[in-house]
């Protein structure tokens, strides 16, 4: 896997985890065009190579910032079709990150405003540093979320939640996002990459087709009704049954050992 990207970093760890980083912290970790670009890159290779890996950890470079949203500085003055133009590059990036066969998890470090803030509800969950705070402040420059933010906040947290959130640009605390379904864990900041790989190694440990199997379950299902989402898990569950790793991770529970397996 190139680790060339102007704009993030990608790095492999005990081969199954890869760590995604944000690598703008002059611009908090803002989405410039390249950015887009090079997130789009990344995860919609994943759509016909995952590489052996079995979790990504998203985060951000610094203290300061996840991502403080698309940079507007780089907006300033940009021509209607030019912000059209980069605007599909975000859509894509997001369509790219929700359509990841393998589980993201966002690491929160920092501010995750407008576009960040779509990433971190846009991946499979979320752990936060005590310091991150999260808005959605499109509404208070005359636009509105457009990657995401309006379906997937609203799905995290509900829709009178997501409403307030959203029609005010009100910015919320990492304890509050908790509180609503955004985030999962709140952690001191020095603890909050240890334990996001903490997590995401136990996931990694698993039964890697069992555990795309079941992202891909919730997510559609939850898009369906109850007995289309019920066809869906078992045709989802059945293609477990004749795989290696089924037969493994059986044998080595009667055997009492830890399964070795290869996703297959």
């Keep these: 896997m190139r680790n060339d990207f102007e704009t993030i970093t990608a790095e492999r760890h005990d081969d199954h985890i890869l760590l995604v980083t944000l690598n703008r912290p002059e611009a908090s970790n803002a989405l410039n065009t390249q950015m887009g670009l090079d997130l789009v890159e990344l995860f919609e290779r994943f759509s016909t190579d995952i590489e052996g890996l079995r979790a990504v950890i998203l985060?951000?470079?610094?203290e300061k910032a996840f991502c403080a949203g698309g940079d507007l500085k780089q907006?300033?003055?940009?021509?209607?079709?030019?912000?059209?133009a980069q605007h599909l590059v975000f859509e894509r990036m997001l369509r790219a990150i929700l359509g990841c066969p393998i589980p993201v998890i966002a690491a929160v470090n920092g501010?995750?405003?407008?576009?960040?803030?779509?990433i971190a509800a846009a991946v499979d969950f979320v752990y936060a540093s005590t310091n991150a705070r999260?808005?959605?402040?499109?509404?208070t420059l005359g636009i509105m979320p457009g990657g995401g933010g309006t379906q997937n906040l609203a799905r995290a947290v509900g829709e009178r939640r997501a409403k307030e959130l959203i029609?005010?640009?009100?910015?919320?605390?990492?304890?509050?996002?908790?509180?609503?379904?955004l985030v999962n864990?709140?952690?001191?900041?020095?603890?909050?990459?240890?334990?996001?790989?903490?997590?995401?190694?136990?996931?990694?440990?698993?039964?890697?087709?069992?555990?795309?199997?079941?992202?891909?379950?919730?997510?559609?299902?939850?898009?369906?009704s109850l007995a289309d989402g019920l066809a869906f898990e078992i045709e989802a569950y059945n293609r477990l049954v004749p795989t290696a790793d089924r037969r493994e991770g059986v044998l080595a529970f009667n055997?009492?050992?830890?399964?070795?397996?290869?996703?297959?």
Excluded at 75 to 84: I, K, L
Excluded at 111 to 118: D, I, S
Excluded at 134 to 139: G, I, M, R, Y
Excluded at 194 to 223: C, D, M, W, Y
Aim: net charge positive; glycine share 12%; with cysteine.
């Design 255 to 264: 055997e009492r050992r830890k399964p070795n397996f290869q996703g297959k």
């Design 134 to 139: 999260f808005a959605l402040t499109e509404v």
């Design 185 to 224: 864990r709140v952690l001191p900041p020095e603890q909050l990459l240890e334990a996001t790989f903490g997590i995401a190694s136990r996931i990694a440990s698993n039964g890697p087709i069992s555990v795309r199997q079941a992202k891909q379950a919730i997510h559609r299902g939850l898009q369906m």
């Design 59 to 62: 985060t951000g470079r610094g």
């Design 111 to 118: 501010a995750a405003y407008g576009g960040g803030c779509e």
């Design 167 to 181: 029609l005010s640009g009100l910015p919320f605390s990492a304890v509050e996002a908790e509180a609503w379904g």
């Design 75 to 84: 907006r300033n003055g940009m021509t209607d079709e030019a912000w059209q």
